[in-house]
């Protein structure tokens, strides 16, 4: 079954707006929270990591937002520009486990 | 610096033929690989994730007579598409895990773009 639930699938953002992007988990032994940014035909590269003993990381214009109790974290993409246009996956982790469990991915667009 | 390179970045190749990709850290020494398989559109599948020296573990459903995986050494993992047929075509990715730090973060390569005809 899908541990990491992602929404939206698509999303299109005017220049400038903000872009939003959620992700959900149920294994509250998951301990890293990592985001990466896919562009067509290359791999993903890692965007910005939390862990969930702060509730906000925030990297240049992108902020990772994470609500233990509701075990639910965001990205969020400030000023968006069209440069940012790519697939975003969000990601989880635990200690021991090794691999990551990847979110269904959401396809942003923003438009100029 | 954790730069992870695949070889090559797309292969056709004939159904029934092999195919191997290889995934190198170029800047670091990886303590484990992964290899995923991505469809268009979709996420990211894990297929296997393997330690240096050691025999790989594969997911379950990934078939390991068919998707041999070498890890000689701490920068160098290889993935061997055997006797390929055409639903084998996919967009393959390694990643490599650096340990330290405050997290074990994976580092994606490039990819590897595999059409068997």
């Known amino acids: 079954q899908q541990q990491v639930k992602q929404s939206p699938q698509s999303l299109i953002v005017q220049k400038g707006g903000i872009s939003i992007i959620n992700c959900a988990y149920e294994?509250?032994?998951?301990?890293?929270f990592p985001w990466y940014q896919q562009f067509p035909g290359k791999g993903p590269a890692l965007l910005i990591a939390i862990r969930p003993d702060v509730s906000e990381k925030k990297e240049g214009r992108f902020t990772i937002s994470f609500n233990k109790s509701a075990k639910q974290f965001s990205l969020h993409i400030m000023d968006s520009q069209p440069g940012d246009s790519a697939t975003y996956f969000c990601?989880?982790?635990?200690?021991?486990?090794?691999?990551?469990?990847f979110g269904t991915g959401t396809r942003l667009t923003v438009i100029p | 610096g954790a730069v992870v390179s695949q070889h090559p970045s797309r292969v056709i190749c004939k159904s029934g033929t092999s195919v191997k990709i290889e995934c190198r850290s170029l800047?670091?020494?990886?303590?484990?690989m992964f290899w995923y398989r991505q469809f268009p559109k979709q996420s990211l599948m894990l297929m296997a994730t393997?330690?240096?020296?050691?025999?790989?573990?594969?997911e379950q459903g990934v078939e390991k007579d068919k998707f041999l995986i070498n890890h000689a050494s701490l920068t160098l993992s290889t993935l061997t598409v055997t006797s390929a047929h055409p639903e084998d075509s996919s967009f393959y990715i390694c990643?490599?895990?650096?340990?330290?730090?405050?997290?074990?973060?994976?580092?994606f390569g490039p990819g590897t773009r595999l059409l068997v005809l």
């Open positions: 294994n509250t032994a998951f301990d890293y």
């Open positions: 800047d670091f020494q990886a303590t484990t």
């Open positions: 990601a989880a982790s635990y200690p021991g486990a090794n691999n990551l469990f």
């Open positions: 393997s330690n240096e020296g050691s025999k790989a573990t594969y």
């Open positions: 990643s490599a895990s650096v340990s330290g730090g405050e997290w074990e973060t994976q580092y």
